[in-house]
């Protein structure tokens, strides 16, 4: 990773977008910045904020306006994904 907050540009090349969790309260959680934004395959996390406006903003300036990126999703959604991966 570039940094603890954000995948380097290059890495960012092998993800489809973001969609967004609150993490506040689970494990991983950074407390500084609970606002996580998953990789839409995987739900790995690929950068991590203060709010859920800096989180939407950043994702859709790296992978567009489209509906699914700044999506909210439950830990439920998150846990699914994780398990079973988009793999195509």
Known sequence: MADMN???DEELK???GG???DATGKEECDPQNPWEVLNNDNCSIIARFP???AAADWV???FGTYSYNAQVVDWDT???LRKNPNTY
């Open 14 to 16: 092998h993800v489809s």
């Open 78 to 80: 998150v846990q699914r």
């Open 51 to 53: 709010n859920r406006k």
């Open 19 to 21: 969609m967004l969790f």
């Open 6 to 8: 954000h995948l380097s």
């Open 60 to 62: 859709t300036s790296k």
